[in-house]
Antibody
Framework: EVQVLESGGGLVQPGGSLRLSCAAS????????MSWVRQAPGKGLEWVSG????????YYADSVKGRFTISRDNSKNTLYLQMNSLRAEDTAVYYC???????????????WGQGTLVTVAS | DIQMTQSPSSLSASVGDRVTFTCRAS??????LNWYQQKPGKAPKLLIY???SLRSGVPSRFSGSGSGTDFTLTISSLQPEDFATYYC?????????FGGGTKVEIK
């Protein structure tokens, strides 16, 4: 059974840092691109960042470019999102999401975690 | 960035109704269009990918169509479990972008 489970959310002050993790199981992790998608309270979905299965190529939304870094450890079946210089507008539930197709970077997601809440406030 | 616009933002419908939502891209995206369903407090679920491909396990009452800039999601006979918010998303190019959503409420 495919599972993705996020962790690492919490309350952080503006300007602070946080690292999210996403533990994956039930599929060949290194074969699939992964992404982070967030949802601010009461708002819609916003794609944040994506990474190919190999980890060589990474992609970012303009709103987080230069502040967030996506990475993965295929030996640990884990995806990460390092978030620096956090702002109030980064407050959201952050979801880890798996690409549907193996080997590519298709950008549509068949499995999502339950989400982890990041709150940026003083 | 490609802007995705969904309409309507909300609608009221009854069980058994045929319901259609629309999604428009700000530039052509071929058929790189996906649809998700989200219920309150839950993660989104993929329904349709590549404009018209039904994800395995999704009921056949869901269907998608369109290409270029205009797309539709149709539910042929609305069921109680279909009351949710539906999002379109383009996967033509980065940054990937979502529409604002259409909330389906019980009439």
């Amino acid at each position: 059974e495919v599972q993705v489970l996020e962790s690492g959310g919490g309350l952080v002050q503006p300007g602070g840092s946080l690292r999210l993790s996403c533990a994956a199981s039930g599929f060949t992790f290194s074969s699939y691109a992964m992404s982070w998608v967030r949802q601010a309270p009461g708002k819609g979905l916003e794609w944040v960042s994506g990474i190919r299965g190999s980890g060589v190529s990474t992609y970012y939304a303009d709103s987080v470019k230069g502040r967030f870094t996506i990475s993965r450890d295929n030996s640990k079946n884990t995806l990460y999102l390092q978030m620096n210089s956090l702002r109030a507008e980064d407050t959201a539930v952050y979801y880890c999401a798996k690409d549907l197709d193996e080997w590519g970077y298709e950008g549509y997601f068949d499995y999502w975690g339950q989400g982890t809440l990041v709150t940026v406030a003083s | 960035d490609i802007q995705m616009t969904q309409s309507p933002s909300s609608l009221s419908a009854s069980v058994g109704d045929r319901v259609t939502f629309t999604c428009r891209a700000s530039q052509t995206i071929s058929t790189y269009l996906n649809w998700y369903q989200q219920k309150p407090g839950k993660a989104p679920k993929l329904l349709i990918y590549s404009a018209s491909s039904l994800r395995s396990g999704v009921p056949s009452r869901f269907s998608g169509s369109g290409s270029g800039t205009d797309f539709t999601l149709t539910i042929s006979s609305l069921q109680p479990e279909d009351f949710a918010t539906y999002y379109c998303q383009q996967s033509y190019t980065n940054p990937l972008t979502f529409g604002g959503g259409t909330k389906v409420e019980i009439k």
